[in-house]
């Protein structure tokens, strides 16, 4: 009877003990299996093993997934990748040093030719009066210093050299002052200053001075060689003091005001040399430096301007004309990478750095002055590294792309 009582209760507990040992060896398998490295290929993420080995489809060799200090993102959204030397060279990778260099920059600005403020003259004469005979007669003709331009009668002039001419002649009769007289050499100098302040050549003062006669009119010569830029004259025509009859400019030099970005203004220095191009000139250019610096900024365009000076003697350049202009700017011996090693993604600069075991590690570097092909590091890189310079998009889309899958397969175990 008792017996009978006690037989259902063992086999009870024996069937319990049954299933708690297999839901224990249940658990320790899934503990394994969770604990259990996973491996797949960089270049095909969707291939994966439980151990390590080459891919079938690119024989690439496999990384951890989730695990491993490679594998661990050094900068957000990219991480470590591994390429073997073989595909290293199939995809034509190449490193370069990370080390010190003289570096050199061009500031580049577009130009307009003008004249040379310096070399222009304009012909307003200090007296008036008419015009008898013009000698030059259209804009743009070429004159010489001491060229003939045109002839003119004024008879306040006319009283001056006649004043002149008088005090001259007394000058020669009496050999001192005549008692209650002033002095005819006084007079005489006085006379001479009047014409001189009248823009008198020296010609016709020399002229009277050896014994002329005042005439009704005077020839007006150019003061400069050059060419005329404006002609405001004809024959018969009537001027006051001041008028300008005519505009001469010297092509023999000329100005180069280039337009310069506000931003590369503290970069430009007065001497510093650079170059201007003519495009329509068959790509003909000058070697020059910077003469002056205008003061101002153009509030519409936001740049400055500078002067480049250019000797012009057969007159091959014209003004109005446009150029290019570059001005070179000295950086001095920094730390750089060529500009090929620097991703730029509009918020920071990434370069791969060639590690160990076949490790391109991506690292964020700050990047200061910026020349042709090399730029400057500030941060972020060590002189001796060695940094990715070609096929560098090749590696960064496959460090991101690894990033993503590496991140999907953490939180896919996390949620198992």
């Known amino acids: 009877m008792k017996l009978a009582r006690v037989l259902p209760v063992l086999l009870v507990a024996l069937m319990l003990g049954t299933v708690s040992c297999r839901k224990a060896e249940s658990a320790a398998t899934d503990t394994a299996a969770q604990g259990a490295p996973k491996y797949h290929c960089p270049m095909h993420p969707t291939y994966t093993s439980d151990r390590p080995g080459d891919c079938p489809i690119c024989n690439m060799s496999l990384v951890p997934i989730g695990g491993g200090d490679h594998s661990a993102p050094s900068i957000a959204g990219r991480v470590s990748v591994v390429v073997s030397p073989e595909k290293r060279q199939t995809i034509g990778l190449t490193l370069s040093p990370v080390?010190?260099?003289?570096?050199?920059?061009?500031?580049?600005?577009?130009?307009?030719?003008?004249?040379?403020?310096?070399?222009?003259?304009?012909?307003?004469?200090?007296?008036?009066?008419?015009?008898r005979k013009v000698q030059v007669n259209y804009t743009g003709q070429p004159v010489k210093q001491g060229d003939p331009l045109f002839t003119v009668y004024s008879p306040d002039l006319f009283t001056a050299e006649n004043d002149y001419a008088l005090a001259l002649q007394s000058r020669r009769i009496a050999s001192n002052a005549a008692a209650g007289l002033p002095d005819p050499s006084t007079l005489a100098e006085a006379a001479r200053r009047r014409l001189e302040?009248?823009?008198?050549?020296?010609?016709?003062?020399?002229?009277?001075?050896?014994g002329g006669k005042p005439t009704?009119?005077?020839?007006?010569?150019?003061?400069?060689?050059?060419?005329?830029?404006?002609?405001?004259?004809?024959?018969?025509?009537?001027?006051?003091?001041?008028?300008?009859?005519?505009?001469?400019?010297?092509?023999?030099?000329?100005?180069?005001?280039?337009?310069?970005?506000?931003?590369?203004?503290?970069?430009?220095?007065?001497?510093?040399?650079?170059?201007?191009?003519?495009?329509?000139?068959?790509?003909?250019?000058?070697e020059s430096s910077v003469t002056f610096i205008y003061p101002?900024?153009?509030?519409?365009?936001?740049?400055?301007?500078v002067r480049l000076e250019l000797d012009n003697?057969?007159?091959?350049?014209?003004?109005?004309?446009?150029?290019?202009?570059?001005?070179?700017?000295?950086?001095?011996?920094?730390?750089?990478?060529?500009?090929?090693?620097?991703?730029?993604?509009?918020?920071?600069?990434?370069?791969?750095?060639?590690?160990?075991?076949?490790?391109?590690?991506?690292?964020?570097?700050?990047?200061?002055?910026?020349?042709?092909?090399?730029?400057?590091?500030?941060?972020?890189?060590?002189?001796?590294?060695?940094?990715?310079?070609?096929?560098?998009?090749?590696?960064?889309?496959?460090?991101?792309?690894?990033?993503?899958?590496?991140?999907?397969?953490?939180?896919?175990?996390?949620?198992?």
């Open 296 to 305: 101002h900024i153009n509030p519409q365009t936001r740049r400055a301007e």
């Open 99 to 131: 080390e010190r260099r003289a570096l050199s920059d061009t500031v580049r600005a577009v130009g307009v030719v003008e004249h040379d403020e310096t070399r222009f003259a304009r012909i307003a004469p200090r007296f008036g009066g008419w015009v």
């Open 216 to 286: 009704d009119e005077i020839q007006m010569r150019s003061p400069l060689s050059g060419h005329v830029i404006a002609k405001n004259v004809v024959e018969g025509q009537a001027f006051q003091p001041g008028d300008v009859l005519y505009e001469i400019a010297d092509l023999s030099r000329l100005w180069v005001r280039a337009a310069v970005h506000e931003s590369d203004l503290p970069r430009v220095r007065i001497g510093q040399k650079g170059r201007v191009l003519f495009p329509n000139l068959g790509g003909k250019q000058f």
């Open 197 to 210: 302040l009248l823009e008198v050549g020296d010609d016709e003062l020399r002229r009277l001075e050896e």
């Open 313 to 416: 003697p057969e007159h091959v350049l014209r003004p109005e004309m446009w150029a290019n202009v570059e001005l070179e700017v000295s950086i001095g011996e920094v730390l750089s990478v060529p500009a090929s090693a620097v991703i730029d993604t509009g918020t920071r600069f990434i370069a791969f750095v060639d590690g160990e075991k076949d490790h391109l590690e991506p690292r964020e570097v700050t990047i200061g002055a910026r020349g042709e092909e090399y730029w400057e590091v500030t941060g972020g890189l060590k002189e001796g590294e060695r940094v990715v310079t070609r096929a560098l998009f090749l590696i960064d889309s496959e460090s991101q792309l690894k990033s993503v899958v590496t991140g999907m397969g953490g939180a896919s175990e996390h949620q198992h």
